[in-house]
């Protein structure tokens, strides 16, 4: 497996193995448990709110990958690049851009989802 060196070439890389869009809804869904964690946890000051956003975003996340696209999670090799690629493909999705990303990655030669 190549190692990425850069988050732009990795990012690339976490787009291919995000292709279905039950996979991305499943990751929306967890990043907004997180988002919702974190702020549950700054109003209550209650730090298990954390431990609860991360179980429920990891969840929803590798249920997606193990149950829907078939693919390992990019998290087990690319713990912090994977995080932040979470929350950067919900952001384009988000702000209506991810379509347009999508396009442009899946007409670049050599970055097709790998089956």
């Not at 988002?35 to 431990?51: C, E, G, K, M, Y």
């Not at 390992?72 to 713990?79: Q, V």
Request: with cysteine; hydrophobic share 40%.
């Amino acid at each position: 497996m190549e190692r990425y060196t850069t988050y732009a070439a990795f990012f690339d890389f976490y787009l291919s193995e995000h292709d279905k869009p039950a996979t991305r809804a499943l990751h929306y869904l967890g990043s907004t448990f997180g988002i919702t964690a974190l702020i549950l946890t700054v109003a209550q000051r209650q730090p298990l709110w954390l431990l609860a956003g991360l179980g429920t975003g990891y969840g929803c996340a590798w249920a997606a990958h193990f149950f829907v696209e078939k693919n390992r999670p990019a998290t087990f090799t690319y713990p912090l690049w994977s995080f932040i690629g979470d929350y950067h493909m919900f952001g384009l999705w988000l702000s209506g851009r991810l379509p347009e990303r999508l396009k442009r990655f899946r007409s670049t030669p050599g970055t097709t989802p790998q089956g």
